[in-house]
């Protein structure tokens, strides 16, 4: 099994929709945790990290955390057709501390 | 402001032969991490360099070998190519060892292995 995984989708959405993703993760000793937009034959671009549990906001995106849980997800609100990409959850932290674990990814399609 | 330059963009090699990719992290970052990328799948961690020595390592075979320049800039060396290698390569940045706040990546380099 898998120390991070993530729903592959694909995931088609109209634009303006609320998209949710999600990453469930088995390693309690994970407390930083990123997601990562990766458009097609590039190299995946940082959206957001947070620490530990809670919410952090940044214009269209939200991201959560639930440690009780080992559950993360990453909100977009009013999605756009240039959101449609692979979004990719990553985490580190205590003795994996320098190596990001990454699930496999999501993609998305937002249709105009 | 460049960000993380990966050289080259694409390549196809032998299965056997030996091969060097290279990377030039963005400005004002001091560790490299590399990563493979198979199709379909998330990075998977090779290693980390920082301060000239590889400071973690994946489960990675010693086929795959790397070094860091002064420069901060930094070589993936990978011998003895196996079809299973062909993948897309990540270098990645990171303003501290730890990457807690996320890396930079830079485009990558894709490996065929025929």
């Known amino acids: 099994q898998k120390e991070v995984e993530q729903d592959p989708g694909p995931l088609s959405v109209p634009e303006g929709a609320i998209v949710s993703l999600n990453c469930t993760y088995s390693?309690?000793?994970?407390?930083?945790f990123m997601w990562y937009r990766q458009y097609s034959r590039k190299g995946p671009e940082l959206l957001m990290y947070?620490?530990?549990?809670g919410n952090k906001e940044d214009g269209r995106f939200t991201a959560q955390v639930d440690k009780s849980s080992k559950y993360i997800s990453l909100f977009i609100r009013d999605s756009q057709p240039s959101d449609s990409a692979t979004y990719l959850c990553?985490?580190?932290?205590?003795?994996?501390?320098?190596?990001?674990?990454f699930g496999d990814g999501t993609t998305l399609t937002v249709k105009p | 402001d460049a960000g993380v330059t990966q050289s080259p963009t694409h390549l196809i090699k032998t299965r056997g032969q030996q091969v060097t990719l290279r990377c030039s992290p963005k400005?004002?970052?001091?560790?490299v991490s590399w990563y493979q990328q198979a199709l379909g799948q998330g990075p998977q961690f090779i290693f980390q360099?920082?301060?000239?020595?590889?400071?973690q390592r994946g489960n990675f075979p010693d086929r795959f070998s790397g070094h860091q320049f002064p420069n901060y800039s930094s070589e993936l060396n990978v011998n003895a190519l196996l079809l299973g290698d062909s993948a897309l390569y990540l270098c990645?940045?990171?303003?501290?060892?730890?990457?807690?706040?996320?890396?930079?990546f830079g485009s990558g380099t894709r490996l065929t292995v025929v």
């Open positions: 990645a940045s990171s303003a501290t060892m730890t990457g807690n706040n996320g890396y930079t």
């Open positions: 390693n309690s000793a994970f407390q930083y």
């Open positions: 947070t620490y530990s549990s």
């Open positions: 990553a985490m580190t932290g205590g003795t994996n501390a320098g190596k990001s674990t």
């Open positions: 400005s004002g970052h001091d560790t």
């Open positions: 360099y920082y301060e000239e020595e590889e400071r």
